[in-house]
Every structure is written in C-alpha cells, then in structure tokens.
C-alpha cells in the first residue's frame, strides 16, 4: 500500500492569525466513528486540544473513517494540533475501545485558507460531507458537526 504522508509535508508552513483545514483519516479507513461513544471521545479531545494549544475552531464535521477541521492557529503549528488531537483522541478511544492498536492513518491532508477564499462556503462544504455521503437527507439528522456562523 502507498502511502504518502512525506509527500503531503513537502511545502507545509504554518501561520498564525491562519485559518486551516485539515483532513485525516482513520487507520485502513475503519468507520469506527459510526459509533456514538468513539466519536463523543474524538470531540471532547478536539475541545481539550483547543484549549492547550489555544485554537480557534471554525467548523467540524466527524465523518465514519475521518475528521474534517478547520480551525484558526494561534502559537501552535498545523502539526502540532494534528499532533496533538490524534495521539490524545487515539489513546483515550484504545482505552475506551480496550484496544492497543492504531486509531489514525500517518499524515494529514492540510489546506491554508486563502485571504480570497469565502470562509464561510469552506465551512458548508465541509459539514454537507454527510449530504454528499449519502449519510443522511438533512444535514440537521447528522449529529456529528458544528460550525461558529450558528
């Protein structure tokens, strides 16, 4: 299997006052985010890793196999939020789960968000993932998102 985590840090730079989107992937795209508890566990450490590494969420959506977040770096790098909300939501979900095993794929996709870019149609994108998927029909029936603008 190809992966190409090194790749996808070729060029990165973070910026601060920057609104970022990343994505990242579940290990072997396991849907284990189709469970209430596990998902619930993801979101407490997404508002754990705000607060140490003082960010600024925009948007969120928790999909089955992945997370999108765009969220705003204060002192922090991209990869040290990723960092961070990856290692802490993967141990507290292993304890949860009682597993030992890997929670997320290596690496991230990022996008900076260009001063151009109407912020708030980044945002709908990102939480109609569930319309798109065919998860559900009314963005209102997916529980797993949030956004500032509401």
Known sequence: MY????????????????PYLITTVTHCRAPIFCSFDTTRLLIQEMRT???KLAIET???VVMPDHLHWMFVLNRSTVSQVVRYVKGS????ININRG???????????DHAIREEEDIRAV???II??????GLVENIGDYPFWDAVWL
């Open 3 to 18: 992966h190409h985590g090194k790749s996808l840090r070729r060029g990165r730079f973070s910026e601060t006052g920057r």
């Open 58 to 60: 925009l948007a969120w």
């Open 123 to 125: 945002a709908r994108y």
């Open 99 to 109: 597993y030992t095993g890997r929670v997320w794929q290596k690496g991230f996709h």
């Open 49 to 51: 890793t705000c607060e």
């Open 89 to 92: 939501s993967a141990h507290s």
């Open 128 to 133: 109609a993932n569930p319309l798109r998927a």
